[in-house]
């Protein structure tokens, strides 16, 4: 097997563990927010407060649990576009955008100044999503939890109130900043040699 065939394995190989991760992470986003939403629907109204805390717990911690899979997942995706990348530079592919001197599939994704605005102010951008949907996922849980709680505890309307709404948005704006802070502590993953980058634009490449 020659130099470049090793190369064009090697691609094909990290290209289909991207592809498999990706699609791993839309089954778990598909899946999540219909589950959240249909436990604030359905479960409060057909359990026992009992009943309601242990599913509540339950939804929780596996939420949690998915979480932490995706922030593993973020970690090796953003590792398999980094070595897409060298390789593709490697290969020495035409480029489909000016500051570029090489290109492919995964350099000529469009970087952090070509990034689509919604409502002006959202950046299109997978982590960005991602947290969105997490934290809005654990609020429904904590939510869930929390009015089982007020249940078993017979707490008054007031006090009902309160923590109904509170406490769930509270915990659910603060994990959203928290995964906002690792992904800004983590833009390192994936980087390629200085050396590297060189041979490919001028500009670092931020296509996440």
């Known amino acids: 097997m020659t130099e470049d065939d090793k190369i064009k394995l090697d691609y094909e190989r990290t290209a289909q563990y991207f592809l498999h991760l990706a699609d791993v992470r839309f089954r778990l986003l598909a899946l999540l927010p219909i589950v959240s939403g249909a ?3 359905i479960v409060p109204a057909h359990l026992e407060p009992a009943e309601m805390l242990a599913l509540g717990m339950l939804g929780l911690v596996v939420t949690i649990g ?14 398999l576009v980094g ?15 000016d500051n570029k001197q090489v290109g492919g599939a995964f350099l000529d994704r469009p970087g952090g100044d070509r990034r689509r605005m919604v409502l002006g102010i959202l950046p299109a951008n997978h982590g960005l ?9 654990v609020a429904a849980w904590l ?16 006090s009902q109130m309160y923590l109904l709404l509170l406490l769930p948005a509270v915990l659910g704006v603060l994990l959203f900043l ?13 980087t390629i040699p200085a050396e590297v980058q060189k ?3 001028k500009k670092a490449i931020d296509a996440r």
């Open 66 to 79: 998915v979480l932490l899979y995706d922030q593993r997942n973020s970690q090796i995706y953003n590792s």
């Open 39 to 41: 436990a604030l629907a």
């Open 129 to 137: 999503g991602l947290d969105l949907i997490y934290s809005a996922s």
């Open 199 to 201: 041979r490919i634009d």
């Open 178 to 190: 928290d995964l906002r802070r690792i992904d800004k502590s983590s833009k390192w993953e994936g």
């Open 143 to 158: 939510f869930v939890v929390t009015r089982a709680g007020i249940l078993l505890l017979g707490l008054g309307a007031r």
């Open 83 to 97: 070595r897409l990348n060298l390789i593709e530079e490697s290969l020495r592919l035409p480029a489909m955008r």
